[in-house]
Structure formats: structure tokens, C-alpha cells
């Protein structure tokens, strides 16, 4: 796959990456990426698997990477609270809200960041959760050797059909990630879809919960019908078709943003799973059009 930013012709900008569609395995290069936030629908399924209590828009907040918006503070903190947690809990580090709203709202008020507005709260929330439970230490839980972070490891290579090792590293928000070969992404989506009707219909029915403010996973969900969608650094995105159980990946090698999103669209549009109208035109700052976007198929 190529996203090419083109100008009278002329490719002055190209985007490489990898498309992979969940009916064609076998076009798969077979070389290991990391899930980053992509896992996080997949670690959560041990939410459902523990019976952790959570209301469907507390589960979604678990499964997504939030803006850190009011709506996504407020639900995770009723959720620390439930369980006896504290912010302080938290070793997801300190980043300022993803949501641009939110920041001005903070800076206008003189608050600064916590680890709650990072957009990995939800997940490390869920994580917690499940340690009260289970009664493992929630101090060390963002060790690889930890009794949770096993039990994760073992659940995302079982459901994503693993058999091979693949490098692990840290993932930004500091627990361990796993690294697969694309197919097996598609693979681990499309069993969570067949067996998590839980965590597929509070991600649906609480789409801004899941992601928030200039989300691409949110303006999937909230553009399409029946179609789920989450997003990962490094230029990664997974999306499924629930009426037809069929999906892609989209990995963009050199990582850009802009082009995944423009890619990403651009295949569910072209697959049929929606119709979403999105801006490829290439403009100038007086709003002149000078050329477009496109993406090619090789």
C-alpha cells in the first residue's frame, strides 16, 4: 500500500505501509509488528473473562485510548472508586489530554495533567480492576513477570493464534506489548468479535467514551454502521465489519498519522463497509485546491 500526496502530477510526499485483509490471509509478509494500543480490546477481554463488573460505557473506556475529556475523567474515576483505587494507583505516566478542547479548558483553569487524562487510564484502570479481584499486588502490575501481565500474554497469543515467538517490548504507557504478524491481528479481532458480544456492544453504543474528541476509531463507529475500529501508534489501525465478519490492518511503515487516517478511510470505503466522505484534497492556506491525496494498491 502507498498514501502519495500528489501536486500537478507529481509525487512530492509517499506513504509506504501494509494492507491486509482479514478473507486474504495469504497476501501476509509474515513479519511481526507491535499491537500497541490495538491489544487493548484484547487484554480487556480478561475483564469479561474475570466477570469484573463494569457498566457498558466503563467496559468501552477500558478498551480505548480516550481524549481525556470530562466524560472519560468522570467514568474513570467512578471506576477507581468502585473498587477501592486511587489515581495515585496509576503507572501509566503523565501526558496532557489528546482532546485539544480539553487542554484549554485545563490552562484556563490552572490545572495540570494527571495520570488520568492519559488516553491508556482506561486500560490501566481495567488492569487494576482486575488485580483487586484476583488479589494480585497492584503495585508491580506493569511487571512482565506479574500474575496479570501473564495472564494477558497468554490470552492475546491463544485468541490471535500465536505459535511462534515474536519480540516484546514496553509499550509508551509502560506494561508489556506483543508483537504478531498482521494475520494473526486480524485473526485475534475476529474471535473477540465472535466471542465477546460484551466488549463489541459497549464499544458500539459508547463510541466518543471509547475514543472522544478527533478520534479516528470514534469517527468510524460514529460514521458507519455495525463496523468497529481501533487505532495504534506506529501507524496501525484494525477495523471489522460485523454484517460480513470481514476486516483489514493497515500498518504505515513510517508511522504518519495523516496517512493512516486517509488510508484507513479510504479502504472502508472502497470494501463497502461504509461510506464515509473525507477531504483529499491537498490545499493552500488560502484555501486553494493544489492537488490530492491518493492511495494506491500495489
Not at 508491580?140 to 490471535?160: F, G, M
Not at 500498518?251 to 487516517?261: G, L
Given at each position: ?184 491481528m486480524l485473526i485475534g479481532y475476529r474471535a473477540l468479535i465472535e466471542n465477546y458480544p ?44 460485523l454484517k460480513s465478519k470481514d476486516g483489514f490492518v493497515i500498518k504505515i511503515n513510517d ?44
Amino acid at each position: 500500500m502507498r498514501v502519495e500526496y500528489i501536486r500537478d502530477g507529481l509525487i512530492e510526499e509517499f506513504h509506504d505501509g501494509w494492507f491486509l485483509r482479514y478473507s486474504e490471509p495469504n497476501t501476509d509478509n509474515n513479519y511481526p509488528y507491535y499491537l500497541r494500543s490495538c491489544a487493548k480490546p484484547l487484554q480487556a477481554s480478561l475483564l469479561v473473562d474475570y466477570s469484573i463488573e463494569l457498566e457498558p460505557e466503563e467496559l468501552a473506556l477500558c478498551c480505548g485510548s480516550h481524549a481525556g475529556e470530562e466524560c472519560h475523567i468522570e467514568t474513570a474515576r467512578r471506576i477507581l472508586k468502585r473498587f477501592g483505587l486511587k489515581e495515585s494507583d496509576l503507572k501509566c505516566g503523565v501526558h496532557a489530554p489528546l482532546s485539544r478542547s480539553m487542554q484549554d479548558k485545563m490552562l484556563l483553569r490552572g490545572e495540570k495533567p494527571g495520570a488520568i487524562h492519559n488516553n491508556c487510564s482506561g486500560k490501566h484502570i481495567g488492569f487494576l480492576a482486575i488485580c483487586k479481584v484476583k488479589g494480585w499486588d497492584i503495585k508491580t502490575y506493569d511487571s512482565p513477570e506479574h500474575p496479570l501481565q501473564v495472564e494477558i500474554k497468554k490470552k492475546i497469543n491463544e485468541i490471535c493464534k500465536v505459535k511462534e515467538s515474536y519480540p516484546e517490548t514496553t509499550d509508551g504507557c509502560g506494561v508489556p506489548i506483543l508483537s504478531m504478524p498482521l494475520k494473526n491481528m486480524l485473526i485475534g479481532y475476529r474471535a473477540l468479535i465472535e466471542n465477546y458480544p460484551q466488549i463489541v456492544d459497549a464499544i458500539l453504543k459508547n463510541p466518543y467514551i471509547y475514543g472522544g474528541e478527533d478520534r479516528q476509531d470514534t469517527e468510524i463507529i460514529q460514521k458507519t454502521d455495525n463496523v468497529i475500529a481501533k487505532v495504534g501508534a506506529g501507524g496501525l489501525c484494525i477495523v471489522f465489519d460485523l454484517k460480513s465478519k470481514d476486516g483489514f490492518v493497515i500498518k504505515i511503515n513510517d508511522c504518519s498519522m495523516p496517512a493512516r487516517r486517509i488510508a484507513v478511510l479510504e479502504m472502508i470505503n472502497r470494501l463497502g463497509f461504509g461510506n464515509i466522505e473525507y477531504d483529499n484534497k491537498i490545499k493552500t492556506i488560502q484555501g486553494k485546491v493544489v492537488g490530492n491525496i491518493r492511495v494506491a494498491l500495489e
